[in-house]
Each structure stands twice: as structure tokens, then as C-alpha cells.
């Protein structure tokens, strides 16, 4: 017994001195830590990088862990960091996290007590305002996107084409490409969401009124309807693959498709934040280029723009001050936005893209989509449009439509419905 | 009576001793199986939301499980993928057992290469390289190019996504070949000499012989496989994502969605318990068949 009354105890007193011995080394340098969390590509992640080495320099009391990776998995692995409350305190979010992830608003901190440090004079308040809740900004918008149309232009050269700039030249462009180039080549790629995405833009454009508006859907079932029609004859005129081609690629996504790459699929319809993803898989062998809207589309500006991502710390954090410190100087000091560029789309705060534009970074094919885009941009995106219950493959409603239509087990009519219903379902409304 | 006070001292110490070495085993059991089992029997009575909390207590869940035909259609494409993949998987093992249950040169060389694919498991790495070798341009439709057949679109029918993801299953069939094996080879060889001389066929020596005698390694290979069968999520999760339109949505890739996709943690809890409640009532049906075709060694040596 006193053996191991004696293990015991000099076991404890291992842990106490290795503890304190930690603290020691932490409070002798009186150094503050502070974690930054962000999903991108390589590039994304040596810009940040840059960024963080540098605010380190600048402000030796500050030391920051950070935590990156791809974009796969990595909803889900913050799913269950937000769940666990192990988030860091600097968070990049996508913009509908903070409705999936913070309906209470207990999540985020509000970003005006920190004004101080944090200068949101490069902002107007209605670019603030959708990530304003109940007067509290729970996080800062980095930049706008919204989609638009991406072509291979030596496929349509191949099929002794120009790139469609009218929906009537898209339609030609299916039955050209089936005759010269064969049954598997197809003008434009749609998945079940990309088509989501068209059809509202569509009937944004026939209609001229946001898909969503104070809350409530906007648009009628016979409405609906008319997008549902126009999807479907996209894939009936040889425009677009179905759903079953698409799925027996094996692909997750058109870039690693190898039809994309090899020039069966000549288009996409996508986020101009994700060009260089397309432009890169086919790796030069096909002339890339950003389409225009179409201008037989509608009569209005039936574009939609979102918040790309956003900046959020978290309510949890121990070092507010330090955390809005880091943030003002991604945002807005000169090094920091220079050194942080366009990769998280060409910035929203003015500062940053002023200094951007003496560094002649804003320029290329990201810098081309987001000027059409936010030059066609007649709407914003509602935060619950990608609302999990709606979005997510493949249970969402979304592609349970779209996939439903493609497979011929939905009419248009039952399409249009399942949307309507599913969409007032998550906004709220009795729908049925 | 000292020395009874001894011996119990001494026996508490062991079963001291003895709950130290297992203290650890109870400590995992409790926090990783007990507590959450208690966790989502509890709150599969909830609309517990993964970030929105719970509102509302009541048998919704079970009762949308009851209506809801996707939840219906993935608990009987479960169990179609299970009667698929144990008999098949089992039918295949056994025959490559027979195969290798011969005194041949080299033979060692060629269980091994059998029992490859199951060390190579489920894992998402072989699911990867499942999708590639049938989708519409894969390996698959070279083959059937090759010998003049038309192409099958694999992964976007129905019918051949099950398929796909149950060839994958049958193809693993390495543990339970190993188990055949092992007892194909515990059968006493004088059984076998004794019955050729009193007259007896391959036929008939392997139906009174070789069948009774390894009928608890067949009773054990179904047991479990139909467990595993039952819990399958690598393949329609990384293959197919459960479809096309939820053909392949297996119920453990279904609570998988309902919890992490669409958030709804109440209705995976429930979706658990109705699943967890159905292979019990399987597992136990098939224990109550066992004594009428299950011969174990040692019940004929006390008869």
C-alpha cells in the first residue's frame, strides 16, 4: 500500500512540475496565442502564410498557431469543431455558416467591441449588413462571387464554333457537337446544383425579382416551373449531360473530371472565385475563357452575388484585441493586404483593394469574371439558400429535383413542386 | 481463522488485480459504447438539432421513420445488399477453402495471394480504386469493349451500382476463407478413410462429413458477416455517395447523412436504435436455427 501510495505520488508531482514548468516558459515571455483557421488551395495557404509571418514580426507578443487545409472534408471536420466548441478563435467561414452554424449568435463575437482595433472604414454598411444579425457584426466579408459561365474555347473551335454569347447559340452548340464531335461532347456541364444555380439566374432574368425576398420564396410553382422546363431542355436539346453520364464519370467535381480535362464538357457554369481551379485541370490544352451572360437570357439583370467567405473570431476566445489587431492588418494595412492578394477573390474593404490595384494584382481571369458578375449582379443570394436541408448531396432538395428530373422519375410539374415546398419548408413556411 | 482471513484478503487483492487490468477496458466501454448508446436512445426521442439544440420531445423521429419512404427504401436496400453479399461472399470463400484445402507445392503462395484484397480491408483507398476501374471510361467497359460487348454504365444505373459495391464486398472474402480453411482442415482424415472404404462418394462424404464438421465455421461466418453486411459504409459513402436516387444509400451511410449533412441529430439517434433493434432481431433468429443444423465435436462426445 505505501508502495504505491509512494507511485502516486511522485506520478503527481511529475504532472504538477512538467505544468508548471509550461506556464513558466509561457508567462516569462508574456507572449499571446492566437489560432487562425482557413481552407484553400496552396497558393491560398503560402499567401496566408506570408501574411502571418509578417503581423508576427510587427507584433512580437503575438504568436499565431494556425490550422489549413483542402476544402474537402473540411465542413465537415469544422462541423464538429463548432459542435465540440474547439473552433479557433480566427475562423475563415463561408458565408452560410452563419446561419447553419450560429442560429443563436453565441458563436461569434460581435466585431464592434473591437472597433477600435479593427478598421471597418473600408466597408459600407450594406456590405456589412449580411453579416450583421440583430445589429451584432458577427463576421467581416472578404469578397463577392457569384457564377457565371466558363469556357473551353478550342472545343468550340474544334466544332467550328464561337463561345455561346446567346442562349440560342448555346442550343446550336448542342446539336453541333453532337453531329461533328459525337454523342459524349456536350457545350456545357451541369450537376444537380449547378442547375439549381441556372435556373435561378434564369428566372431571375424572365422575372426581374430575387429568388428570395423578406423571407419568402418569391416565385410561384407555375413559375418555377418555367426554370424547371428550361433545365430540362437544356438536357433534351443535347446541351448538358444527365445526371446518370455525370454520376458514371465517378468524378466528385467537373475539375477532376476527365471529360473536363479532355474536352468532352466545353463549359461550366461556376463561381468566378473558381477559375483557376478549371483553368488548371486542363493543364493548357484547351483556351479557357470567362463567358458573358446571355442576352437573350431575359429582359432584367438576373445575376445573384454572395459573400464569398468571411472573417469571424470566436465568442471563446481570451485575446479579442489581438485577434481584431490581426484581422485589420489582412484587411487593411498595406503589407498585409498586399501580401494576402486576390486569393479569397478580388477583395470587398476598399483599402485592400486599393493596395491591390498599385500592386497590379487586380488583374486576369478572376479579376475579368468578378467584374461581369458583379456588373450583371441585379439580386443577392438569401443566407438560406444554401441552407444544409436544401444544398447537401445527396439528401438536399436541390438534387433530389434535379437528379428526380434528369433520371425521368419527376415531371416538370413535380420538380417545380418538390423545390417550392422544400424551399418554404427550410424558410419557414407552411408550403403545402 | 487466520488463515481464512488470509486467503480472502489474498482473493480480494486478485479480484483487485483483476479489475485494475480490466479498469481500462470498462473506462473505453463506458465513454465510447455505453454512454453513447444511452446519449441516442435519449435523444432519439428529441428534434435535437446539431447546432440549433432541442425544442421539442416526443416520438417524431420514429414515427417519420415509420412514413418516410426513403427511410423505408434504405432499410430494405440494406438488407438486399446483405442477402447479396453474405451468401455470395460465403459461397465464394468456401469454394477457394476447397481449392486450397489440398497438399500441393506452393500452395501457401496462393492463400496468400487470396487473402490480399481482405488485408487491404474496406478501405477507402480500394473504394477509390473501385470507382475507377467502372466508371463509364474504367477498366470495366475496356474489358467488355475487348470482347465486343456493349458498355454498362456502372455507376449511374440502379441495378449495377449495387452491383459494383457488392462485387466489392464479395471480392473481400479473404477472413472468411481463412476461417473455412481452418476447419476444412481440422476434419479428422480417418473419417474420411473409414467412410471410402464403407463405400461412400465425394457427394455423400462431403454432406455427412465435411459439412457437419464445419458447420460452426459456417454458422460463425454468417453471424458476423451479416453484421458487417449490415453496417457497410465505405463503399456507397466513396463509390457512389448512395445513389443513383438512393439505390444504394445504405442505412449507415443514411444516419451518417441525417447527423452530419442535414444535421437532424434526433432522427440519426432514432434511425440507430430501429437499425441496432432490426439486425438484433436477425442476429437472434439466426442463433435459434443453430441447433438444428449446427454439430458441434464435443455434444457428440457426452452423447
Redesign the interface.
Known amino acids: 500500500m505505501k508502495t504505491h501510495l509512494l507511485r502516486i505520488a511522485a506520478l503527481a508531482s511529475a504532472v504538477l512540475l512538467t505544468a508548471s514548468a509550461v506556464s513558466c516558459t509561457g508567462s516569462g515571455n508574456a507572449q499571446k496565442r492566437i489560432s487562425f483557421s482557413w481552407w484553400g488551395g496552396e497558393s491560398r495557404h503560402e499567401a496566408t502564410m506570408n501574411a502571418v509571418k509578417a503581423f508576427e514580426e510587427k507584433h512580437e507578443d503575438i504568436k499565431i498557431d494556425v490550422k489549413f487545409g483542402a476544402w474537402d472534408g473540411w465542413e465537415d471536420a469544422m462541423t464538429a469543431a463548432f459542435y465540440a466548441g474547439t473552433q479557433t478563435d480566427i475562423v475563415q467561414i463561408n458565408w452560410n455558416w452563419l446561419d447553419v452554424f450560429n442560429s443563436d449568435g453565441s458563436l461569434f463575437l460581435d466585431l464592434n467591441t473591437v472597433s477600435d482595433y479593427l478598421d471597418l472604414s473600408g466597408y459600407t454598411e450594406a456590405e456589412l449588413d449580411p453579416c450583421t444579425f440583430d445589429g451584432k457584426l458577427e463576421a467581416v466579408p472578404v469578397s463577392l462571387t457569384g457564377r457565371i459561365f466558363y469556357w473551353n474555347r478550342t472545343v468550340f473551335e474544334k466544332a467550328g464554333l464561337d463561345v455561346p454569347s446567346t442562349l440560342k447559340e448555346l442550343y446550336n452548340a448542342g446539336e453541333v457537337f453532337r453531329e461533328k464531335l459525337g454523342e459524349d461532347c456536350y457545350p456545357l456541364a451541369l450537376a444537380e446544383y449547378d442547375r439549381m444555380m441556372l435556373m435561378v439566374y434564369y428566372l431571375g432574368a424572365q422575372y426581374g425579382k430575387p429568388w428570395i425576398e423578406d423571407g419568402k420564396l418569391n416565385y410561384t410553382e407555375d413559375e418555377i416551373c418555367k426554370g424547371v422546363e428550361f433545365i430540362d431542355s437544356l438536357e433534351k436539346g443535347h446541351v448538358i449531360p444527365s445526371i446518370a453520364e455525370i454520376s458514371g464519370d465517378g468524378s466528385i467535381t467537373f475539375d477532376r473530371s476527365p471529360k473536363w480535362m479532355n474536352g468532352e464538357y466545353a463549359g461550366i457554369f461556376e463561381w468566378d472565385s473558381a477559375a483557376s481551379k478549371y483553368q488548371n485541370a486542363l493543364e493548357g490544352n484547351g483556351d479557357f475563357v470567362v463567358g458573358d451572360y446571355f442576352s437573350d437570357f431575359g429582359k432584367y439583370d438576373g445575376g445573384y452575388s454572395k459573400i464569398s467567405l468571411a472573417f469571424a473570431v470566436s465568442a471563446k476566445t481570451a485575446h479579442p484585441e489581438e485577434c481584431a489587431e490581426f484581422l485589420d492588418f489582412i484587411l487593411n494595412d498595406p503589407e498585409g493586404t498586399a501580401l494576402m492578394g486576390v486569393e479569397r477573390g478580388i477583395p470587398i474593404n476598399r483599402n485592400a483593394v486599393s493596395v491591390c490595384d498599385a500592386a497590379e494584382l487586380l488583374k486576369g481571369i478572376e479579376k475579368e469574371a468578378n467584374d461581369k458578375v458583379l456588373a450583371n449582379a441585379g439580386f443577392s443570394f438569401d443566407i438560406k439558400f444554401e441552407d444544409p436541408k436544401l444544398k447537401t448531396s445527396p439528401e438536399g432538395i436541390y438534387y433530389d429535383a434535379f437528379s428526380g428530373l434528369s433520371y425521368g422519375e419527376y415531371s416538370t410539374e413535380k420538380t417545380a413542386k418538390i423545390i417550392s415546398d422544400g424551399v418554404k419548408n427550410v424558410l419557414g413556411e407552411t408550403g403545402k | 481463522m487466520k488463515r481464512n482471513s488470509g486467503k480472502s484478503d489474498r482473493l480480494t487483492r486478485h479480484e483487485r488485480e483483476g479489475l485494475q487490468f480490466i479498469s481500462l477496458w470498462i473506462t473505453g466501454f463506458i465513454i465510447l459504447r455505453l454512454f453513447p448508446a444511452v446519449f441516442s436512445f435519449i435523444f432519439s426521442f428529441s428534434d435535437y438539432s446539431?447546432?440549433?439544440?432541442i425544442s421539442e420531445w416526443g416520438m417524431m423521429n420514429y414515427e417519420k421513420i415509420a412514413g418516410d419512404i426513403t427511410i423505408i427504401t434504405s432499410l430494405f436496400t440494406t438488407l438486399e445488399y446483405s442477402l447479396i453479399t453474405v451468401p455470395l461472399r460465403l459461397l465464394t470463400a468456401f469454394g477457394v477453402a476447397l481449392l486450397l484445402n489440398r497438399n500441393i507445392k506452393g500452395m501457401a503462395f496462393f492463400r496468400t495471394v487470396f487473402y490480399i484484397p481482405s488485408v487491404l480491408g474496406s478501405s477507402v483507398a480500394v473504394a477509390i480504386l473501385w470507382?475507377?476501374l467502372?466508371?463509364?471510361?474504367?477498366t470495366a467497359n475496356a474489358l467488355l469493349s475487348s470482347l465486343g460487348l456493349p458498355e454498362v454504365?456502372?455507376?449511374?444505373?440502379k441495378g449495377s451500382a449495387m452491383f459494383v459495391i457488392s462485387l466489392l464486398r464479395i471480392w473481400q472474402f479473404g477472413s472468411s476463407m481463412v476461417v473455412f480453411l481452418t476447419a476444412l482442415r481440422s476434419v479428422p482424415r480417418d473419417l474420411y478413410e473409414s467412410a471410402e472404404i464403407d463405400g461412400a462418394g465425394k457427394v455423400r462424404r462431403f454432406t455427412s462429413i465435411t459439412l457437419p464438421f464445419i458447420s460452426p465455421a459456417i454458422f460463425f461466418n454468417i453471424i458476423t458477416q451479416i453484421g458487417l453486411a449490415m453496417q457497410e459504409f465505405n463503399a456507397p459513402f466513396v463509390?457512389?455517395?448512395?445513389?443513383?436516387?438512393?439505390s444504394t444509400?445504405l442505412i449507415s451511410l443514411l444516419i451518417y447523412?441525417?447527423a452530419?449533412?442535414?444535421?437532424d441529430l434526433g432522427l440519426s439517434c432514432a434511425l440507430t436504435w430501429v437499425f441496432f433493434i432490426i439486425l438484433s432481431v436477425l442476429i437472434a433468429v439466426i442463433f435459434s436455427t443453430q441447433k438444428h443444423w449446427v454439430f458441434y465435436a464435443d455434444e457428440t462426445e457426452e452423447l
Open positions: 446539431l447546432f440549433g439544440g470507382t475507377a467502372f466508371r463509364n471510361d474504367g454504365n456502372w455507376l449511374s444505373e463509390i457512389t455517395k448512395g445513389g443513383p436516387r438512393g444509400t447523412n441525417s452530419f449533412q442535414m444535421r
